[in-house]
């Protein structure tokens, strides 16, 4: 079999799976059946389906225990989006201004929601947070930081997807981050207050503040990361 037929035959694969999980024949955590059966039900080969198998595991949508059997993950979208991860890892150094770019969009978006939806304990434990930096911290605890502090506001926002989405977009910018905490005179003073502003918007409920908060913070890395390269 060529090989362009052979990736047509496990796309097929796959895709009749994925209908299985679209139709509700298959819910997350169900046990597939036995390799023989669902070949034979879905008219492939058996190694057509382990391919398809195969592909589906390396994207967190089917979970193959050894000896055990082969299972549907609970296709929770953070478990979903964690193959972006990876590839966001692989980015060239001209391509983090474009992440920053993505997460000028979203990030503000989601501490505007965080600002309406967060409980109050939720904002005690944002406060936590800031208050767990030292007086002078390293360049690598204030980023360690920084990504706490914005994991909980994607968190809080209460949409699982547009979480998701920023937690993957923080690998590929944390570099960009620490060269700038390196380098540039004040940036983490900066990054102090405007923490600190984003946290009192959202604690005093005020959405469009939070937001604005959010736009400034981002905004200030990719501009100076725009003029660093």
């Known amino acids: 079999m060529s090989r362009g037929k052979h990736v047509a035959v496990t796309d097929a694969a796959i895709d009749k799976i994925k209908h299985m999980i679209l139709s509700g024949e ?13 070949a034979e039900r879905l008219g492939l080969s058996r190694n057509s389906l382990r391919e398809a ?11 193959v225990r050894q000896g055990d059997g082969t299972y549907v993950t609970s296709l929770e979208p ?8 990876f590839v966001l890892d692989l980015h060239r150094d001209d391509t983090v201004i474009q992440f920053f770019e993505v ?15 967060m409980t109050d304990d939720d904002i005690a434990e944002l406060k936590a947070v800031l208050d767990s930096l030292p007086p002078e911290p390293t360049i690598e605890e204030l980023v360690a930081n920084d990504l706490t502090f914005h994991q909980r506001i994607a968190q809080g926002s209460g949409n699982a997807v547009l979480c998701s989405f920023i937690e993957s977009l923080s ?9 700038r905490g390196l380098t540039q005179e004040g940036a983490l003073e900066k990054t102090q207050e ?9 604690a005093s409920r005020q959405a469009e503040v939070a937001r604005s908060w959010a736009i400034v913070h981002v905004a200030g890395v990719e501009s100076w990361l725009k003029k660093a390269l």
């Open 26 to 38: 298959l819910s997350p955590g169900d046990r597939l059946p036995k390799e023989a059966d669902l």
């Open 53 to 63: 198998v195969r592909a589906l595991a390396l994207i967190n949508v089917l979970d």
């Open 78 to 85: 953070r478990l979903l989006l964690d193959t972006m991860s």
């Open 103 to 117: 997460r000028r969009i979203l990030e503000p978006a989601a501490t505007a929601m965080a600002a309406v939806t």
């Open 171 to 179: 690998g590929p910018t944390t570099r960009a981050r620490i060269w």
């Open 194 to 202: 405007q923490h600190i502003a984003i946290y009192e918007a959202i």
